[in-house]
């Protein structure tokens, strides 16, 4: 722990740590209730080899990319280490269409069908705005719960991410809009169509839902590359695969995603002090 970032006073740790456990016991609790309408659980029953081999080629791409990173980064640079440009930023959302098409596109070929698969006829398009933002206003007090708890170990010199930095600094307009898609639009179909839609059922079949669940959640964290938020992403990955689970439709945990992310990238402009550093 350094100077710059003390962290939470020790007292308030144990008060965080109550209240985190209470507000995922309450959350739990009050999502076992739910039921979609044909019947509880994710369905896992419809995949097969060629889908194991693809989640299984998706989650080392992820990890190799987790290590790289790792490897790359300059200890003494913080969290914001590793610049963002606009060539970046358009390689990044090719390189995400390309792995999420790929993966629809095989799935597809694999006489998947993709709306039965992913559920998204099992919550009526016009209340899934609704639905999704009930999910994710009882998970916004854990994510920053969580967050805060994590503080007192984190020896990064206090920094905004690469991508909010890069929001900041940026003089054109085009350069804001490419990084609010990125961020709103797609990050949260390809995260939630890989983690929640592919990996959560795949791996369900062989290690059960909480293994599942508590596996995703902790890749997802770690895929985003920011060690002062890794708690408060692994938390946020539980919440989306909850939902999910529970409500049995992707476009729930989507909209969930897009919530969450478009309400921090407005608190970063317009209340920036708010976001933990």
Known sequence: MTPENPGLPIWLVPIVLAALIGGLWWYLRAASQVRHADGPGVSTSTYGPLEYAIAGFYIVWFLFVVVMEMVARDPDAGAAAGGVTRDAILLNLGITFGLLAFLLGALKANNQKLRALFGLDRVAGWRVPIVALIWILPAFPLVSLGSALVQPFINEPPAPQAALQFFYEANDPLDKWLLALMAVVAAPVFEEVVFRGFFYPVL?????????????????????????????FFILGLC??????????????IGMHMIFNATTLLIAIYAPQALPS
């Not at 062989?206 to 708690?231: D, I, T």
Request: charged share 10%.
């Open 204 to 232: 369900k079949r062989f290690a059960g839902g909480l293994a599942s669940a508590v596996f995703g959640a902790a890749l997802f964290s770690a895929v985003h590359l920011y060690l002062p938020a890794v708690f408060a």
């Open 240 to 253: 989306l695969t909850l939902a999910y689970e529970r409500t049995g439709s992707l476009a729930v945990p």
